[in-house]
């Protein structure tokens, strides 16, 4: 998979790219990064990418031009483009299982008082991390590669992605290790039985607890299916 991210701020991604899930999938060519920065589109001869809102207000608003120029430039017919938005469907693993299927992403951040709307219409997919407001869209975009690269074959074992959180509407099970007693806390006994029949029974009921007294929400996604 190949993920292209336009951004203002290609500094941003110099540590994330270089540590742990992400460098190691990069090495081993599972993944293939760019980022770009769309400023060098700009047709201005100061490299503007940005003007005054019509109709007035606060901040500045991102223009169509360097944005598009670039979305032009690096995109495929398999490409699918992705603008990251507080106007997007919210981000779930779901999503993520849906995304990481396409051979090739963009990911446009935005920064300032956000995008000239019209940019909806050279865009896939509106994406939106969360009900909260960001500066800009680089973290929003770490988010999507770091969720997606993680479930792409090969990147971490496939065992491993079984167990995790909203697999089945359900999140893990809680997980124990040495010592068996810290300052009076101890783990369940039935982990240090050998039976693992009765492990993987008790985790489960542990699995349906924890999801129905944290997540009412997934817990009843999970009864009604």
Known sequence: MKITVLSLFENFYNEFLNTSII????????IDIEIINFRNFSNDKHLKVDDIPYGGGPGMVLMLQP??????YYKKANSKIILLTPSGSVYNQEIAFKLKDYSHLILICGHYEGFDERILNYIDLQISIGDYILTGGEIAAMVLIDSITRLIPGVISAKSLKCESFEKNLLDFPNYTKPYNFN?????????????????KSRFKWQLEKTKNNRIDLFKKYKNK
């Open 23 to 30: 460098k190691k999938a990069i090495n081993k060519k599972l």
């Open 67 to 72: 944005i598009v120029d670039a979305i032009n």
């Open 184 to 200: 009076g806390y101890k783990i369940p006994d039935v982990l240090l039985s050998g039976d693992h029949n009765k492990i993987s």
